[in-house]
């Protein structure tokens, strides 16, 4: 009885109350008993409402239903559902309903998904991404942009690009793209945390299924690594020109002095030839260095490790290098164990102890130290070479194992370096998965740390 004065059901009991005061009326006329007449109108008023109860339990109201989820479905509430156990062609329709608001529902939940992923492919693309509308509009960003650009996405999205973006090479690419409708690029120097980027800028347009320019996508590169190693490549060809060209020089210089001055005083014929024998050996120990590194950094490069005896490749390397420590009167002292087994490469290890002990020869001077010290730990095998020589500036310790990179360049010359020797060093302790580390102090020495890995298969 709680529906019969609920808003829907008013017009109806209203509608009985007429109805049953009509049959009162008719009734009226043909009976003049009063019991009978009011029993008779109380049964069909009963019977009505009763009726109407049984209609409006049966279809009104899950219909009322059916409408309350088709409007919560229309709002975009996907979860909403028909709780109403009817038959007939309403408990399909509410079936029907039901089915509709679940697949509505799983496809939102797949249309969200896909744009997960996509936002998470676009965000993690190694590359900056913008996307322009026809008139210029930002519409995205990804992370990497952002990262290269400042700022957060939302001071880019929903702004035309050359209100946010102040690059004059971004607004020309972006005005090219849309007047040629082609793919152009674009390159540029952008300062991102204090450090010099090169970006390389990729304009391409996007049109719709009938071929109508709709914007563009900005694809930005980051080629500063790309950049830094075409320039070491410049710089690598440009120094071993140079290095080449100083002996080649002086012997085409001697040997043309010889030949044209007819010379024959011994002294100075002796003079010249050794000249010519110490620029053609410091060629000769350029292009063995050269190709040393060269084979270090082929990509098939293999090490060819075995399992030796340090010690005696120590002994080996110390009576090449004793003799000229000898000559330059230093004093040359080793401490190793008796015997110490390593996993290595062993003529890349040898190549090593050779370099950087001849170096501590070279630049300490005469009458210094120099310590050999291999120390085995469980991770790695120790090796410091210290030498008491003229040391090395602090700010030349970063640039030490580049190519080339000399911090005297007359002294280094004068002892016969190529400048390369390091730079091996590096190479053959970095394929041995090693460390390599200095500790130096001007006019009081240095040391070279070598580590390798003792676990090396
Ligand atoms: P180089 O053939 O010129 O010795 P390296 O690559 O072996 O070339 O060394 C690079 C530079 O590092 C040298 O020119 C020198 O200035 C410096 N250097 C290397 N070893 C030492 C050392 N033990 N003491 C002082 N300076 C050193």
Known sequence: MRYIFKKPLFPYVIGIFVLVLLTGLVLSQLTSDYIILFSVLFVEFVVLIIMLLHVFDRYMKPIKKVTKTVNELVKGNYRARIHHNSSGSVGELSNKVNILARNLSELT???????????TVIDNTESGLVLIDEKGYIHLVNRKFVSMFGKTPKDYKGYLYYDVLDNEKIHNLVQQTFLYEENVKESFTQIIDFNKKYIQIVGAPIFNERRILKGAVLVFYDITELKKLELMRKDFV??????????????????????????????????????????????????QDLLTLSNLEKSEFELKVTEFDLVKVVDEVVAIIGQQAKMKKLNLTVDIENKLMIK?????????LINLLANAVSYTPENG???????????????????????????????????????????????????????????IVEVHDGKISVDSEINKGSTFHVYIPTNLS
């Open 238 to 287: 440009a120094n071993v020109s140079h290095e080449l060209k100083t002996p080649i020089t002086s012997i085409k210089g001697f040997a043309e002095t010889l030949i044209e001055s007819k010379e024959n005083n011994p002294e100075v014929l002796d003079k010249f030839h050794k000249i010519i024998f110490d620029e053609s050996e410091r060629l000769q120990l350029l292009i």
């Open 344 to 352: 290595a490469d062993k003529e890349q290890i040898k190549q090593v």
């Open 109 to 119: 939940i797949q249309e969200d998904m896909h744009e997960k992923q996509l936002t």
């Open 369 to 427: 130290e120099i310590k050999l010290e291999v120390k085995k730990t469980e991770e790695y095998i120790h090796v410091s070479i210290k030498d008491t020589g003229i040391g090395i500036e602090k700010n030349a310790i970063p640039r030490l194992f580049e190519r080339f990179y000399r911090v005297d360049k007359a002294r280094s010359r004068n002892t016969g370096g190529t400048g390369l020797g390091l730079a091996i060093v590096k190479h």
